[in-house]
């Protein structure tokens, strides 16, 4: 019988050029083919495997190993190998495992050799044997010892030993320059964990207004101090105050942990005891975008922080707030313990210690997305007033079951109506502080004293020069500039600071509160149930569903709500950022600004996306090309609305066109008649 057309041997070599002290890897696969005796059989024929190495120089030495093993009960055992000529190389390693061998058909054998010595070219064959023989290294072995039958040959394969110096290159790694560090970061790291999240808000109010939670007996019995004058609105009050309450307990930055342990009665501000002293950051490690270690709050607001004179008690405040104070050095400076006193004139000092983290340009955007109007829509169809237009009514099964509070909490929403801020109240301010307007038939044409026009060039110029700055960056031979990005910076902080006079103190809280509140009732259980919503889309926040089917039932804006929320989201932290900064100060130069984009860089990039997703405008863009398809640098300057009107008119656009396409066909005799939709306003008449 020909054994070679049976038993399939194939030798290979993981590498067949290597370089001198380096290592290789024998491979022998064996498998059985054409014939009833399995593999265990053929290998207990034989009791060895020996390897050749020969070379093809004269100037190189050889080398041969001998492999012994044996097959008992079934499995493959190594007994031990051993090299009887000239070694070319330090070690050959071989397999030392007992291997199971019933029932299969291949196997494979490997023989690892480590570090060759020897420049010059091998080439290795094996075969098998059945004699075994004990022989040491480099020995001849007993005269009387029997030859070796060579059987069952396999290979060649050839591997060349190379010198290391002559191939192999040399390694070079470039990593991004090592930034300087400056202690504005502190305030930064608390904007981004002291900014209200909606999940944070969900929890405490569900504390407040759903559990009998002894850390919340507090707020609900002043809360319940506070009813509002009409009948059958206690829970609305309770969740109206307890949104008061979570907000003095949130906003503001965080005061110092260890002054408040040791002396509570002389602090003020935001006391959240409850907060961890060490953060490793919120969506986003802190200490990744500060290329340090964790994050201490209080260390880094109290080496932030700049302390006040002698007169003023020593308090600490921001930068920003000392050249405010400086300018008022005429004002007394009182604590709130003397609010009920006689000072009826002064600074209260929690507004300089810990000024309120909101922009109004939150609610801005959500009210954009339709969160307004969605409760509005809501609560007109809760009062039996249908909503104008043909068709049915999209909301015609809205039936709230009095058992239930969501009910009874909507009666509240509604008789609280006269005391919560009109629509043309937000609008007046949203010119005032961005120079941003609403447009819909609710909103009434007012002219504004003050009008913030230049906000939106300076800003999206602000986040345009990021943009260019994240480009060099990308480049590890690159040390980007950051003296750009910080005139535009300081462009922003001026602009924002003109507007944070009047209402400016008051106005953003209230609105943050009453659209808070809509969030939580819009995300209770029961508006699911008569609203419906995707399950599978993975919304950031559970009131989002809501907002966008309202959309699609009303015919109104068809972007995501994830995109307005984002705006709203982004765009205050990074204001925030800008507006307590001291970015004027001649102290603060390109190192705090290069800071300043790297620290902000996601939010930034995501605050460019969501606004493209709802105007259509990409900030971040340049026209290089006038052949290039993309709107005209001017377009990024805009009222945001005036682009959303756009973005719905070319949605209703390609809507309609199916419809006018099959219309068209009708007309030429083919198809049924199918009347073409009339387009809905992206804001209805009830938009307040």
């Known amino acids: 019988m020909n054994l070679n057309n049976i038993l399939q041997r194939e030798l290979s070599v993981d590498s067949t050029q290597v370089s001198l002290g380096d290592d290789s890897t024998l491979t022998l696969e064996l498998s059985v083919e054409g014939t009833d005796k399995p593999l265990e059989g053929w290998l207990k024929d034989f009791s060895a495997i020996m390897l050749e190495f020969d070379t093809l120089s004269s100037s190189s030495g050889n080398a041969l190993f001998e492999w012994q093993y044996s097959v008992e009960n079934g499995r493959l055992k190594p007994k031990k190998g051993t090299l009887l000529e000239e070694a070319i190389f330090s070690d050959i390693s071989y397999p030392t495992n007992d291997t199971l061998l019933t029932d299969r058909q291949s196997i494979a054998l490997t023989w690892d050799i480590t570090g060759w010595d020897l420049i010059g070219t091998y080439t290795v064959r094996g075969y098998f044997t059945r004699e075994l023989r004990d022989r040491q290294p480099h020995e001849a072995g007993p005269a009387n010892a029997a030859p070796v039958v060579q059987e069952l040959d396999f290979g060649p394969v050839k591997v ?39 999940t944070r808000y969900r929890s405490f109010i569900d504390k407040v207004m759903c559990s009998q939670d002894q850390d919340m007996r507090d707020v609900r019995l002043n809360a319940r101090a506070q009813y509002l004058p009409f009948s059958r609105v206690a829970s609305y009050s309770l969740l109206k105050y307890a949104t008061e309450a979570f907000l003095m307990q949130e906003t503001g930055l965080a005061i110092d942990r260890n002054t408040f342990e040791q002396d509570p009665a002389n602090t003020t501000g935001n006391l959240n005891k409850n907060r961890p002293k060490t953060l490793p950051g919120r969506r986003g490690s802190d200490a990744g975008r500060l290329a340090g270690a964790r994050v201490d709050i209080s260390t880094l607001r109290n080496d932030y922080l700049d302390q006040l004179g002698n007169d003023d008690g020593n308090a600490q405040v921001l930068p920003y707030f000392k050249l405010i104070r400086e300018k ?11 609010l009920n006193g006689t000072a009826c004139y002064g600074i209260l000092k929690s507004r300089l210690q810990a000024p309120p983290l909101i922009e109004l340009i939150w609610s801005y955007w959500h009210e954009e997305g339709g969160l307004v109007q969605t409760m509005n829509a809501i609560s007109l169809r809760f009062q039996n007033v249908r909503r104008s237009g043909p068709g049915p009514d999209p909301l015609a099964n809205l039936n709230l079951d009095p058992l239930r509070p969501l009910s009874n909490l909507i009666w509240g929403f509604i008789e609280d109506e006269r005391f919560r801020q009109t629509i043309n109240r937000r609008n007046q301010e949203y010119k005032y502080e961005y120079g941003y307007s609403l447009k819909g038939r609710a909103v009434q044409n007012v002219e504004a004293a003050e009008h913030r026009s230049n906000f939106q060039r300076c800003f999206h110029s602000l986040l345009r020069t990021a943009m260019e700055f994240y480009q060099q960056a990308n480049f590890t031979t690159v040390i980007p500039d950051g003296f750009p990005i910080l005139n535009h910076l300081r462009e922003v902080h001026l602009t924002l600071a003109e507007g944070a006079h009047n209402q400016y103190g008051d106005l953003p809280w209230a609105a943050r509160a009453e659209m808070l509140a809509q969030q939580w009732l819009l995300a209770r259980p029961e508006m699911r149930e008569f609203m419906g919503g995707r399950i599978m889309v993975p919304y950031a926040e559970p009131w989002m569903d809501r907002v ?42 390109a190192v705090n600004a290069a ?18 997703a709802v105007t259509g405008v ?14 005209s640098n001017e377009d990024r300057y805009l009222q945001p609305s005036d682009l959303i009107d756009r973005q719905v008119a070319l949605q209703q656009r390609q809507t309609r066109r199916p419809a006018q396409l099959a219309g068209g066909a009708l007309a030429n005799g083919i198809g049924n008649a199918m009347p073409v939709a009339v387009p809905l306003p992206r804001r209805s008449n009830n938009s307040e």
């Open 160 to 198: 060349r030993v190379v010198d290391e110096a002559s191939i192999r290159p040399t390694k070079v790694t470039m990593q991004e320059a090592r930034r300087e560090e400056s202690p504005d970061q502190a305030l930064w790291v608390l904007i981004r964990n002291r900014t209200v999240n909606f």
């Open 328 to 338: 008022l050095s005429e004002v007394p400076l009182k604590t709130d313990s003397e």
């Open 548 to 589: 966008d089917n309202m959309k699609l039932l009303q015919g109104w804006n068809s972007t995501n709500i994830t995109h307005f929320r984002d705006l709203g989201v982004f765009g205050e932290q990074l204001l925030l950022s800008i507006r307590y900064g001291s970015w004027n100060d001649p102290n603060i130069g």
């Open 595 to 612: 800071n300043w984009a790297h620290y902000w860089r996601e939010e930034i990039q995501r605050y460019i996306h969501a606004y493209q």
């Open 618 to 631: 990409d900030i971040a863009s340049d026209i290089v090309d006038a052949r290039v398809m993309m709107p």
